[in-house]
């Protein structure tokens, strides 16, 4: 639970203030009075502020967002709250936000996003250089998950185990991670498998239909020899004696033919014993243990009981170095693939084809964060980017109090040459408002739905 926490307070607060530091950058650079940067909405928390020169940098009490107070000659009505209310400060009349020319204003308002697309980028970027491109060059099918297959994909369950993918939607596919991104990203209207031999597999799953796709590609599980990888020490297989490189033959007297063969067993024997035969250099060993009881998410998303006996199985990953060019071209991809997924679940969430039990809130937000903050620094730096990914295209959304609804204001301004009447802006902003409210409201259901089982 305390990991949770700090994983949303780090990745909230990282993310927020990089995006408000865009703004506050801007507005500095377009000579706009900025009153008061803050973390968090509302009013200030009075010990957790300090002014430098002009401005007042603060900590506020809602922590759901920032701001970056400017000086305006109107007060937003839907904003004035959120941001502590009117200043009081008399401000030269060239240094109001509405005093500057339209293509300033424009810089400033797409500031925010553009800290947030960047910052993804930079860590993307890094983690290329830093890890470099781990392919994992099987295309053979291992097994299909039937019940994570999409009702759309219900062929998929035809493909035998042993079947190569060979091309998709007619590209050629040369490792998993090609044939998981096809699956994903491939802006057709439906995925056309073929398999060596010459059959194929036509699945009508619309591009926007983004968690179908991503269920079809997790569904899809590639083939492992049933080879044990790494073995987690005070576990069961290592007090067993089990070693990585052993060859698992059989499990409770059947014959194991794959990794899947033996997962099964394990997975669905926690506290009961398990015998199982492993080959190692020419010999064959016969060897007890007991699974211990482990929680795993199902497809649902509630957890079930499960066995395990620590070890994992072994891959035969290739893993490519890359200079520095090459990791900011990979990074620049791994943004611009993240911005159309998320484009791609905003259109589907409209038309219908992304149910909205699938929108979550800072209670999800935080779940992830805690998971990835455990699985490691890399896991947890990549769930940021994608989350920096997500405020940057939500935020371009054309909803006025949104940074996308503001840039409307200004392009309206542009074309006929003077501001929006006050009165309709008010209107339009006080809308944006309420549409805002009933989405954190549905998030926060579906949130305390999912924590609850409902």
């Known amino acids: 639970m305390l990991m949770?926490?700090?994983?949303?307070?780090?990745?909230l607060g990282v993310l927020i203030f990089v995006h408000e530091a865009g703004h506050?950058?801007?507005?500095?650079w377009a000579g706009i009075y900025v009153h008061r940067f803050s973390l968090g909405l509302g009013p200030p928390i009075r010990w957790l502020t300090f002014r430098r020169g002009e401005t007042e940098y603060s900590i506020s009490w809602l922590p759901l967002g920032g701001y970056v107070k400017m000086a305006s000659r109107e007060e937003d009505i839907g904003s004035s709250a959120l941001e502590g209310g009117a200043p009081t400060v008399t401000v030269p009349a060239d240094r109001v936000f509405e005093a500057k020319p339209i293509w300033k204003r424009m810089v400033v308002i797409l500031a925010g996003v553009t800290m947030n697309a960047l910052f993804a980028w930079a860590v993307f970027a890094f983690l290329a250089y830093k890890n470099g491109r781990e392919i994992d060059p099987v295309t053979t099918v291992g097994r299909v998950v039937p019940e994570m297959v999409p009702a759309e994909a219900a062929a998929v369950t035809q493909i035998q185990p042993g079947t190569q993918i060979v091309r998709i939607n007619g590209d050629s596919v040369a490792s998993w991670d090609d044939l998981?991104?096809?699956?994903?990203?491939?802006?057709?209207?439906?995925i056309r498998m073929e398999f060596a031999g010459g059959s194929s597999l036509v699945l009508p799953i619309h591009p926007d239909a983004m968690e179908a796709r991503l269920k079809l590609a997790q569904a899809l599980q590639p083939a492992r020899a049933p080879v044990i990888g790494e073995v987690l020490p005070d576990k069961p297989a290592a007090n067993a004696g089990i070693q990585k490189g052993d060859t698992v033959v059989s499990v409770n007297g059947k014959p194991v033919q794959q990794?899947?063969?033996l997962l099964e067993v394990i997975l669905a024997s926690p506290g009961k014993n398990v015998?199982?035969?492993v080959?190692?250099?020419g010999q064959r060993a016969d060897i007890q243990l007991r699974p211990y009881l482990d929680s795993l998410a199902g497809v649902d998303g509630k957890p079930r009981p499960v066995g395990r006996i620590g070890v994992m199985v072994a891959a035969d990953f290739i893993?490519?170095?890359l200079g520095l060019g090459q990791a900011i071209a990979a990074g620049g991809v791994a943004t611009m693939r993240a911005s159309t997924q998320v484009i791609r679940t905003v259109r589907g969430l409209f038309s219908g084809r992304v149910s909205g039990r699938s929108i979550g809130g800072p209670i999800l937000?935080?779940?992830l964060a805690g998971e990835s903050a455990r699985l490691g620094l890399d896991t947890f730096l990549s769930f940021m980017a994608l989350i920096s990914i997500n405020l940057a295209i939500l935020n371009m959304l054309p909803v006025p109090v949104l940074d996308g609804g503001q840039f409307l204001f200004l392009l309206a301004e542009a074309a006929i040459r003077r501001p929006l009447p006050l009165k309709l802006r008010e209107r339009l902003t006080t809308v944006g408002l309420v549409l805002i409210i009933l989405l954190m409201g549905l998030a926060f259901s579906n949130d305390f739905r999912r924590l609850f089982g409902g």
Do not use: C, N
């Open 4 to 11: 949770t926490v700090l994983a949303l307070i780090v990745v």
């Open 24 to 28: 506050f950058v801007a507005a500095k």
């Open 180 to 190: 998981v991104s096809e699956i994903v990203h491939a802006p057709e209207p439906e």
């Open 259 to 261: 990794w899947y063969d």
């Open 275 to 277: 015998s199982m035969t």
């Open 279 to 281: 080959a190692r250099s």
């Open 319 to 321: 893993t490519e170095k």
């Open 365 to 367: 937000i935080g779940q």
